[in-house]
């Protein structure tokens, strides 16, 4: 029996190798000659430079850099040499990790530590950098990241603006005279999922401000700091980005590297899925098995599980699912390939119980899901 392995990151509790370790130890416990492939996914946002280097064999680097709210942090980010390319997560200097939910606080937030990965990036001599951008804990509209590759931005006092997300609607004129020019010989591409443009009811401040700490009070003055930044960058660049799909992610970044790098945006789990040639290897298996920290309706939109029963669906194999938590109307998941969801928590327990426990509940499911298996498979009746 021949099953392969492709979890998505438990996001704070374990990377994705972690999750494909912890799944192949419990399926061993109950037939240990079974056949496992282990391939590490991620859709752009945190564990995708884990994830990515186990399958390109690259080295992970580290940076000292600002984490959201300025504080020196170190960061990780990819590196592969034989073709000069960079991996790097927005959320690993600018992520929603990095803070604990008393320190969300969007007005101060900003990317700028996500632009000196970047920089970090350019003094190995990178020439192609992949960057995902999922997990962010800002909406700054990616004008820290700006900042950190030496863009200004004066008010009308003629005074340099501090990054933050509570600068945008001060800005008066822009300054790209010092822009590092490394950039000029740079491929971008950008790995992420959402297709949500900069502003208005779909945009970054409406949809993806409030898990970044904006008040519904202070959505308005969020959208009118937002609008007013792209028109000046729009002034400035010549280029209108506002409406491109991909603008909003990460808080507005992809509108800064629409308009300033016009990278190719990509999903971050097609990237895998085609770096690790995912499909080739679902071809002849009995069995998939994958998972994420959390399964709910916004999982139809490019998370690794739905775009591995997508995949395994058309072998006719089927596709089980492990979360930490399993929320929402998922019936539409099951037209997707994916034909049973397990969560891994096996009693009542704290959320910081099970984030500290997840590599061992993770094992323990994937045990249980194997007796199981094996059970049906006595009866003539497997159970997917």
């Not at 300025?70 to 803070?99: C, D, H, N």
């Not at 969007?106 to 995902?132: C, M, N, Y």
């Not at 945008?168 to 971008?188: A, M, N, P, Y």
Request: glycine share 14%; net charge negative.
């Amino acid at each position: 029996m021949k099953i392969v392995i492709a979890p998505d990151s438990f996001k704070g509790s374990m990377t994705s190798t972690a999750a494909a370790e912890a799944i192949k130890k419990g399926i061993h416990q109950i037939n240990p000659s079974c056949e496992t492939v282990i391939i590490p996914m991620a859709d752009g946002g945190e564990g995708t430079v884990d994830a990515m280097m186990s399958i390109m064999n690259g080295e992970t680097r580290s940076a000292q850099v600002r984490d959201p709210l300025g504080r020196e942090v170190s960061a990780a980010f990819g590196w592969i040499p034989e073709t000069k390319t960079a991996v790097i997560e927005t959320a690993a200097a600018s992520g929603l990790t990095l803070l604990k939910g008393s320190e969300l606080n969007p007005e101060a937030a900003s990317t700028f530590g996500t632009g000196e990965l970047v920089k970090s990036a350019l003094d190995l001599g990178a020439e192609h950098i992949i960057l995902g951008l999922g997990g962010s804990a800002t909406v700054d509209g990616g004008a820290g990241f700006l900042q950190a590759l030496g863009i200004r931005f004066f008010n009308k006092q003629g005074e340099v603006l501090e990054a933050g997300g509570n600068m945008l609607g001060e800005i008066q004129s822009i300054d790209s005279t010092q822009f590092d020019q490394r950039l000029k010989l740079v491929k971008w591409t950008v790995a992420s999922d959402v297709t949500n443009p900069l502003l208005g009811n779909k945009g970054a401040v409406t949809v993806f401000g409030p898990q970044k700490g904006v008040m519904q009070e202070k959505f308005a003055a969020f959208e009118g700091g937002m609008r007013h930044f792209a028109e000046k960058v729009v002034e400035h660049t010549g280029l209108d980005c506002r409406h491109d799909q991909g603008s909003g992610a990460a808080g507005g970044l992809g509108f800064s590297l629409l308009s300033f790098f016009q990278p190719v945006f990509e999903s971050g789990f097609n990237i895998m899925a085609t770096e690790s040639g995912l499909e080739d290897h679902l071809k002849d298996v009995a069995l998939v098995l994958t998972g994420e920290g959390q399964i709910d309706g916004q999982s139809l939109y490019g998370k690794v599980p739905v775009g591995i029963g997508r995949i395994a669906a058309k072998y006719g194999i089927p596709v089980a699912v492990f979360a930490g938590k399993i929320e929402g109307d998922l019936e539409l998941l099951h037209a997707e390939g994916i034909k049973l969801l397990l969560p891994i928590v096996n009693e009542p327990m704290t959320l910081t119980e099970a984030m500290t426990n997840g590599s061992a509940l993770l094992e323990e499911a994937a045990a249980r899901l194997m007796r199981t298996y094996e059970l049906f498979g006595e009866t003539g009746n497997k159970p997917v």
